[in-house]
């Protein structure tokens, strides 16, 4: 179970709208003024995710509280999100690469790029239909684990 910790700022029935602070993946280095990553969190600081969870605790609004996701389905959005477009892009240009080799297509890197695109909006699209289709599985959703200790 992936834990963060957050803030409720509504309640609903069974679920809760909590707040979290969003974390960069560095911070502490030594590169931190020469690095991407760490100019980008400098501006993209003090923001806030909000998100929809069960409220299992019936805890309330105002509250600290720890909120936990399944490991195996935050790796299975992780690749659906980010590889399977990634793999389609690169699957499709070789298929218009081979497509217009086999037709004898002058401009065959025309021909690549297009099927490139093609195969990353089908991903897109494929990725948008299969998450809607499954958001209201348990297995998807975050859930409020317990208070937290620390306030």
């Known amino acids: 179970m992936i834990e963060e910790r957050a803030r409720i700022i509504s309640c ?19 590169m931190n003024k020469a690095c991407g990553t760490g100019v980008l969190a400098k501006v ?5 995710a909000q998100l929809k969870v069960k409220n299992t605790i019936q805890a309330k609004v105002g509250e600290e509280v ?10 299975r959005g992780s690749f659906l999100v980010y590889m399977l477009p990634l793999l389609m892009l690169i699957l499709f240009a070789l298929l218009g690469e ?20 093609l195969g990353l909006f089908v991903a897109l699209w494929w990725v948008r239909r299969h998450t809607s289709n499954n958001a209201g599985q348990n297995r998807y959703q975050a859930v409020i684990l317990r208070r937290s200790e620390y306030i």
Do not use: P
């Open 12 to 30: 609903s029935d069974d679920y809760a709208v909590v707040e979290t602070q969003r974390k960069t993946s560095c911070g502490a280095c030594s």
């Open 44 to 48: 993209f600081k003090d923001k806030v």
């Open 66 to 75: 720890i909120v936990g996701v399944e490991e195996s389905a935050m790796l």
């Open 98 to 117: 081979e497509i217009a080799r086999q037709l004898l297509i002058g401009h065959v890197e025309l021909v690549s790029i297009s099927f490139a695109l």
